[in-house]
Nanobody, 115 residues
C-alpha cells in the first residue's frame, strides 16, 4: 500500500521557519517525481514545488521562490520542504504528492503563520 505521511507543520510567527517532512512507503521512492502542494481554506489547491526524478531538478512557485527549498533523501524514502521567511499568506494545509500535484497524497500537515 502506497503511503505518504506529512509532518512538521505548526504555528510560527511571520519571518519564521519550518521544515516539513513526507515519509513514504510502499513505493520505489527514487523512481518518482514528488510535489508539494498546499490548500488554504476556501481556496484552490496551489502548487508549491517539484523535485524531478530524472535530473533532480527543483522548481518553485514564484510565491515561494527564494524562501522555500525542496529536497529528497532517497536512502530513507523521505521528501522535505524547508520553509524560511514565512508569511501569513503561506498559511495552509501542506501535502506531498507523488508524480504530480494530482497524484496520491498524504493527509497533510497544517502550517499557520500568525503574529
Amino acid at each position: 500500500v502506497v503511503q505518504l505521511v506529512e509532518s512538521g507543520g505548526g504555528l510560527v510567527q511571520p519571518g519564521g521557519s519550518l521544515t516539513l517532512s513526507c515519509v513514504t512507503s510502499g513505493l520505489n521512492f527514487s523512481a518518482h517525481t514528488f510535489v508539494w502542494i498546499r490548500q488554504a481554506p476556501s481556496k484552490d489547491v496551489e502548487w508549491v514545488s517539484t523535485i524531478r526524478v530524472d535530473n533532480g531538478a527543483k522548481v518553485y512557485s514564484p510565491s515561494v521562490e527564494g524562501r522555500f527549498t525542496i529536497a529528497r533523501d532517497n536512502a530513507i524514502n523521505t521528501l522535505y520542504l524547508h520553509m524560511t521567511r514565512l508569511q501569513i499568506e503561506d498559511s495552509a494545509m501542506y501535502y506531498c504528492s507523488k508524480d504530480s500535484m494530482w497524484g496520491r497524497r498524504g493527509q497533510g500537515t497544517q502550517v499557520t503563520v500568525s503574529a
